[in-house]
């Protein structure tokens, strides 16, 4: 398996699995030709993908999956929540649904939709090893019951809590990234691998705040807590982060 992260921010989320002879798009969340431009960076080409899968209806999740699915004929699959909130800004689709009570198959691969907990209709996917999981003010029951099978994760680390605290943004606003339906803080990253991620090899911290964050947070949080040795990276908000092989 591949993993190759296209985008990952506040500012817009992408990431590319691939896996027997299967290509899969997690969340559009940047316009279809910065995906593009950043996908041919890459090495990879839009005309493979078979499926995009959407997360939930936030604009740095969709921005550009209307856009991809009617260009290359792509299917986006999303349950029925996420199309009723996102299908104004997603347009003309071909829609595949998918429901939180069991997984489905893409070709030759088994995703698992797995509930997070966002202020939308919300979930990540785990794919064979590899979870994705963005978007959640806490760790859930059905999380903490995969992560400890994944070989490799993608999970928010979003802000430092201190920096929300003393920041300029509104107190509700404050107060919504800091609840359990806003977004994980660095520390409470870091420690769901430390303690859920023992088979851990790869983790990649992602969908960082711009403003309420920065890479060295991330990465002196991460230090401070993860005692074991893992393949470790933190995704870039400004262009394509990567590809890693799981």
Request: net charge positive.
């Amino acid at each position: 398996m591949q993993i190759s992260v296209i985008a990952s921010g506040s500012n817009g989320n992408c990431c590319l699995v691939e896996d027997k002879g299967t290509s899969i798009l997690i969340d559009a969340g940047k316009s279809g030709k910065q995906i593009q431009r950043r996908m041919e960076n890459l090495g990879k080409d839009l005309e493979k993908i078979d499926v995009i899968l959407l997360t939930h209806a936030h604009h740095d999740h969709i921005a550009g999956a209307g856009v991809l699915s009617r260009r290359y004929n792509i299917p986006l699959y999303m349950t029925n929540q996420v199309y009723s909130q996102a299908k104004v800004k997603l347009g003309k689709i071909e829609r595949k649904s998918f429901t939180m009570n069991g997984c489905f198959k893409v070709k030759n691969l088994k995703i698992n939709p797995v509930i997070t907990s966002h202020n939308v209709s919300s979930c990540g996917f785990v794919i064979d090893k590899f979870g994705f999981f963005t978007d959640t003010g806490t760790v859930t029951s059905e999380m903490k019951k995969i992560i400890p099978k994944l070989n490799g994760i993608l999970l928010e680390s979003n802000h430092d809590v201190e920096m929300v605290k003393n920041g300029h943004y509104p107190y509700f606003l404050k107060q919504w990234i800091l609840s359990h339906e806003g977004h994980l803080s660095n520390e409470h990253a870091s420690s769901l691998i430390q303690g859920q991620g023992k088979n851990l090899s790869l983790a990649l911290l992602g969908h960082l705040s711009g403003n309420n964050n920065t890479r060295k947070a991330v990465k002196n949080t991460f230090e401070s807590i993860v005692k074991r040795k893992m393949d470790f990276h933190i995704c870039s908000r400004d262009d394509a982060s990567g590809s890693w092989k799981l």
